[in-house]
């Protein structure tokens, strides 16, 4: 979910109405944003939907807004601008794909030159995947020289100034010394050659997608003419940021012309502004939506989004549209319904009840569980809820047992880092946090535990087990095996022990606690090692049962 | 003024007693003199501190007492004197003094230094003589036999006559005696105490009634005595649910009113359930709305799946039969078998679509946990608890969406005013997030929903609308509970468990 960063006297110029912060949020809304915090004049705007890249850039924002309160929006147009971009076969492998544009006449200030770069930056990082799959470029077009351009793979020792620099130095150099050389240069790690953009001077005009030459690669408030280039590993997604990025260019005021991309076996034109035709039917929109939306109506609501409306007859139950080029989220007629309901206005909607009659009814699991839980509260236990990630510390070293535990890969902390097999631990740290507070304390957890297994097809057995411990200065095995004996009476479940050695608990004061003949728990008075491991002053006994065994 | 009935025949006892002996008696005199166990007296003087009829002085003094070797030297003497005893008639051998003497070789050690330092002996040709000086001690008293017989028992250094006390340390140091530190309570009487004194008496009133009584009919003709039912009585902590587990009681009982059947799933996901069918591309910002904890990268065992696998693989590349153009990204199906902590209960609503039980029209429920690698501070955990519904029908459409959740809203969150904003997940459309009006608090969102995307529906064989929601289950607890820190509800702060009110709620 990115979030941008834009001057709100500059997207009240673009969209040419002195709007009200609120007038704007509430728009946002529209376009599935907000505002996130506000520094003066600055906003920051968090934007929820991943899949609009088009609107990552106060240009977006403004263009969008201009058209829901019915300002007119610019046409994209692309005059060709007769340069030609001659892509080397030798980037197959590498970064095989490019796009590019010339933009002229466009005015930079300070704050429009912020808003293009921020912007070339959220593509490349967010759309672009942190530059792998797109990265996109900017130069001064006046300084590049002749009609055509070479992207092609060079030697490693190849030389140019690379942007921010005075002296010339080899690409691997570059890659050493350059800050965007030690962030992105993992990106062309051991190829044979890097992609470079040269001019018919012979002259390397940049390092894809690392960074420019010093010369052609500064843009300034003087430069007037404008030399832009997506490349990347996904020939679609480097055409959509290109386009994307001209149009942005083109709401500042730019006249964009296109470049002939000539490939081995075909050439493309880029950028490319043309709609996509979409046909949708009014009855579809109506399974969804429920409004009973006439023809003219829906085709004012699509008008409000942007749609351009080729076909719409009333009475015939088809509409054909034009998708607009930067709305590469389209990819079902469902995306089209969603834009008619925000166009309608979701909170014009009027709510319904759903008139399906079914039977309500709990999880067994619940049932049995609630059960249990309302036997150990009447038996003046206290109900705790503990997470269900802890530290090996806790589950393992502290408790005296060893063992391995489902571990997740990526913690965040090793507080956090292992999926609890039991809750005793658990139930003992709560202890040991409330050890000031007054006994006796009786605390019991009901919930999932999770175990290694090999055999099953997440490698993990999940359970649920119920803890309960009590302690204080007197408390006894005798104590918390009444507290077993009577649940297990209300359940009406035969229970036995069995001595057995349990490292947490002490030796000769410890059983198996079997049903049916099998063993589901232990129950015992907890070893002093433990008890010191967890800073306890007072003896502690428990138990602890697999709860699903007792059905 | 304190009520005279109320008090307990123990009491009175202490109080008579401090009458007719004088007030300021220590607590030693007064159970003796009123004849108390020390558990009664105890009692007695609490009480009667609790009511403010007694003062209680706490004082620390020393007691001293006879050791074992103490009491050897109580029978036979100091050992120096035995020592000097013994070569009062001509001198001896060292063996032949130790057994005269009747000194065992601790004892003869100590001596023989001492006195060889003070002059009392002198070492010649082997032999111990006694000296002029020596002779001249043994004309003199020695205190220690004198201090014995007041040491049988615990004495307190106060009571030894002031003669004595000087040799108490040389005592002390040659462990005869021992030492401790003792607590002499003195009780004096309040003003209060003074005043109801005179009318203070022993009473045959009943204290305790007892079985005997009932059965002897012994209480016949005999009064009560009163209680002072102001005092206070300890506090009980009662067995409770943890709070917010009780409002997820109320919200599973609500729901199931409202007709819905509840579902559950495993806690350890495939990112197959968990992104792969829900339409998130595998390589895309989009899967990224989230991060996730991996447990292990591709380890899971999708081969009961296989069909279906599939299908979604090709649903993600082209769209399959579902009408979409797909991501258009090459899908790997390594990846759908990562196993992971599910990251949202999405991914049991998906299992349910899935399951031969599964009836159309249907509504389903869950409640459970998720994991995001989120650092942990006052609004986020790194786990956390996710409601999550759908309702499958013909019928269903965007509106009745908005209906369930207004429902919602009003039900489980006590909104007053409820608005809808467009949201976006890459499994429904349209998409749309809840968000309430607080008193007090102002707008907030509580949850996201949407029409299950016919990307995911078709499938899974599911050709009706599926109409599907999450709500952030602890977000409505702590809104209505007023709870500020999300910390609180996994809070490990028994203090809090056992104060927690219901009664707190906002509405």
């Excluded at chain 1, 899949?51 to 058209?67: F, S």
């Excluded at chain 1, 080729?310 to 969603?338: C, N, Q, W």
């Excluded at chain 1, 022990?497 to 232990?522: M, Q, T, W, Y």
């Excluded at chain 2, 025949?9 to 004849?35: P, Q, S």
Aim: aromatic letters at 10%; one cysteine or more; proline letters at 5%.
């Amino acid at each position: 979910m990115p979030t941008i960063e834009i001057s709100f006297k500059d997207l009240k110029s673009l969209v040419g109405k002195n709007l009200s912060l609120k007038e704007f949020s509430q728009l946002l809304e529209y376009l599935k944003a907000e505002v996130d915090r506000r520094e003066g004049d600055k906003l920051f705007i968090s934007l929820e939907d991943t899949n609009r890249p088009d609107l990552w850039c106060v240009e977006g924002i403004a263009r969008m807004i201009r058209k829901l309160i019915g300002k007119p929006t610019k046409k994209y147009l692309a005059k060709p601008s007769g340069l030609t971009v001659v892509v080397n076969q030798n980037l197959r492998n590498i970064r095989p794909y490019a796009a590019c544009a010339v933009v002229k006449g466009i005015k930079i200030t300070d704050d429009i030159l912020e808003s293009i770069i921020q912007y070339q930056e959220k593509l490349a990082e967010n759309y672009g995947r942190k530059r792998s799959k797109v990265g996109l470029g900017v130069y001064d077009f006046d300084k590049v020289k002749g009609r055509i351009i070479e992207y092609k793979g060079v030697k490693p020792t190849a030389k140019f100034i690379p942007l921010g620099f005075e002296e010339e130095m080899t690409i691997s150099e570059m890659l050493k010394k350059h800050p965007k050389g030690e962030q992105y240069g993992k990106l062309l790690e051991g190829k044979k050659v890097y992609p470079a953009f040269i001019d018919k001077s012979g002259e390397i005009l940049s390092i894809p997608p690392i960074t420019n030459s010093n010369n052609t690669g500064k843009v300034t408030t003087k430069t007037r003419n404008l030399f832009i280039e997506a490349t990347g590993t996904d020939r679609d997604a480097v055409v959509h940021a290109l386009n994307l990025f001209a149009m942005a260019l083109a709401e500042r005021g730019g006249k964009v012309y296109s470049v002939r991309i000539k490939y081995n076996a075909e050439t493309i034109v880029t950028p490319n502004f043309k709609p996509t035709k979409f046909s949708i039917k009014p009855s579809y929109i109506d399974t969804l939506l429920g409004l009973g939306l006439t023809t003219p109506e829906l085709k004012k609501l699509l008008k409000k989004m942007d749609y351009n409306i080729v076909k719409a007859t009333p009475g015939s139950d088809l509409i054909v549209l034009e998708i607009p080029f930067y709305r590469k989220d389209i990819m079902h007629a469902v995306d089209v319904v969603e834009d008619v309901a925000i166009s309608y206005g979701y909170n014009n909607i009027e709510p319904l009840e759903p008139e399906i009659a079914t039977p309500g009814k709990l999880l067994d699991e619940t049932k049995q569980n609630n059960l249990i839980r309302e036997i150990m509260i009447g038996m003046q236990l206290q109900e705790v809820l503990n997470f269900t990630l802890t530290s090996k510390d806790v589950l393992f070293d502290k408790m005296n047992r060893n063992g391995k535990t489902l571990e997740v890969l990526n913690p965040i902390s090793s507080n956090y880092s292992n999926v609890r097999d039991s809750l005793l631990p658990l139930v003992m740290k709560f202890l040991e946090t409330n050890k000031t507070v007054e006994f006796p304390q009786k605390v019991f957890e009901l919930g999932p535990v999770v175990l290694p297994d090999k055999k099953s097809y997440n490698k993990a057995k999940q359970e649920n087990h119920l803890c309960a411990v009590i302690s204080h200065s007197r408390a006894t095995f005798t104590e918390i095996k009444s507290v077993l004996e009577t649940l297990m009476k209300h359940l009406e479940v035969k229970v036995k022990l069995r001595h057995i050695k349990h490292p947490s608990f002490i030796d000769g004061r410890c059983g198996e606690i079997i049903v049916n003949r099998k063993a589901i728990g232990v129950i015992g008075e907890i070893h002093p090692q433990v008890l010191e491991n967890f800073n306890l002053e007072n003896p502690v006994v428990a138990f602890e049962i697999n709860v699903d065994e007792l059905w | 003024m304190i009520d005279i009935d109320s008090l307990h025949n123990l009491e009175r006892k202490v109080l008579i007693a401090l009458r007719e002996f004088g007030d300021g008696l220590t607590l030693n005199v007064i159970k003796e003199r009123a004849n108390l166990s020390e558990g009664e007296i105890n009692k007695a003087i609490e009480w009667l501190k609790g009511k403010g009829l007694i003062k209680v002085d706490e004082d620390v003094k020393q007691k001293f007492k006879l050791t074992e070797i103490g009491e050897k030297c109580a029978k036979e003497g100091m050992p120096e004197k035995r020592f000097l005893l013994a070569i009062k008639d001509g001198p001896l051998g060292f063996k032949e003094l130790i057994q005269k003497a009747n000194l065992d070789k601790d004892e003869f050690n100590s001596a023989i230094g001492f006195l060889k330092e003070e002059g009392l002996i002198k070492i010649e040709d082997g032999k111990i003589h006694l000296t002029e000086l020596g002779n001249k001690r043994l004309q003199m008293p020695w205190k220690e036999d004198k201090l014995f017989h007041l040491l049988k028992d615990w004495i307190y250094f106060d009571e030894i006559p002031i003669f004595l006390r000087e040799v108490v340390p040389f005592l002390e140091d040659r462990g005869i005696i021992e030492k401790k530190d003792s607590v002499i309570r003195t009780i004096y009487l309040t003003e209060e105490g003074k005043k109801i004194l005179p009318k203070v008496r022993i009473e045959d009133k009943i204290d305790l009634l007892t079985p005997k009584m009932i059965l002897d009919g012994s209480w016949k003709g005999k009064s009560f005595r009163k209680y002072d039912i102001s005092a206070p009585a300890p506090p009980i902590y009662i067995g409770k649910k943890q709070p917010y587990l009780k409002f997820v009681d109320e919200v599973k009982e609500k729901l199931i009113s409202l007709g819905f059947q509840e579902t559950k799933g495993p806690l350890v996901e495939l990112a197959f359930f968990n992104n792969d069918l829900l339409f998130m591309p595998q390589d895309h910002p989009a899967r990224e709305i989230h991060d996730i904890y991996f447990i292990e990268r591709g380890g899971g065992d999708l081969s009961r799946y296989k069909q279906l696998l599939e299908k979604t693989k090709k649903v993600h590349e082209y769209g399959w039969e579902t009408g979409s153009t797909g991501w258009g990204y090459k899908f790997d199906k390594n990846k759908s078998k990562d196993i992971i902590l599910r990251s949202h209960t999405t991914a049991v609503s998906i299992r349910t679509l899935l399951s031969k039980d599964l009836k159309i029209p249907g509504k389903y429920f869950t409640i459970g946990r998720v994991y995001r690698p989120d650092v942990i501070d006052w609004k986020h955990l790194t786990e956390f608890d996710q409601l999550d519904g759908i309702i499958l029908g013909d019928q269903m459409t965007f509106r009745e969406l908005l209906g369930v959740l207004k429902k919602f809203a009003i039900e489980f969150g006590g909104a007053k005013k409820v608005k809808f904003v467009p949201g976006y997940f890459p499994f429904t459309e349209p998409s749309v997030e809840l968000h309430v009006y607080m008193e007090g608090k102002g707008w907030m969102e509580i949850g996201g929903a949407g029409i299950f995307r016919p990307e995911v529906t078709l499938p899974l064989g599911i050709e009706v609308p599926v109409i599907a929601w999450g709500l952030g289950i602890l977000r409505l607890f702590m809104t209505k509970y007023n709870i500020k820190d999300m910390r609180q509800v996994f809070s490990n702060d028994l203090k809090w468990l056992r104060e927690f009110r219901w009664k707190n709620a906002n509405n």
